[in-house]
Structure formats: C-alpha cells, structure tokens
C-alpha cells in the first residue's frame, strides 16, 4: 500500500485479513541471509575447479 504522510508518499505492506503470508515470510528472510553472505559467485566457482573430487568411501 501506498500511504502519504505529510505530502510525501511512503510504502507499507498490509496483509490482507484472513490471508496467510509464509511466502513473503520466507522472502524476506532470502533476502536477509543474501546480505548477510557477501559471495562472489566467480571467485568460489574457480576455487571449486581447482579443488580435486573425492570420492566417499561406504
């Protein structure tokens, strides 16, 4: 929602009454962990190249 506060406009989430809201929940806590974690997505794709592949043993 779009509500204006001394002219200026200012935006709000409301839930709608009687709706669930697990996906914006879980929106919202992607979001955070993704600031929360700086990766740079190149640098860990070649450390993972050069890392060599073992395999498990059962």
Do not use: N, T, W
């Not at 839930?15 to 879980?26: P, Q, T, Y």
Request: with cysteine.
């Amino acid at each position: 929602m779009i509500r204006y506060k001394r002219g200026q406009p200012s935006r709000r989430f409301e839930r709608i009454l009687g709706r669930r809201a697990e996906s914006l929940d879980a929106l919202v806590y992607a979001h955070a962990a993704r600031q929360a974690i700086q990766i740079d997505f190149d640098q860990r794709g070649s450390e993972l190249a050069q890392r060599p592949c073992r395999r498990r043993r059962r």
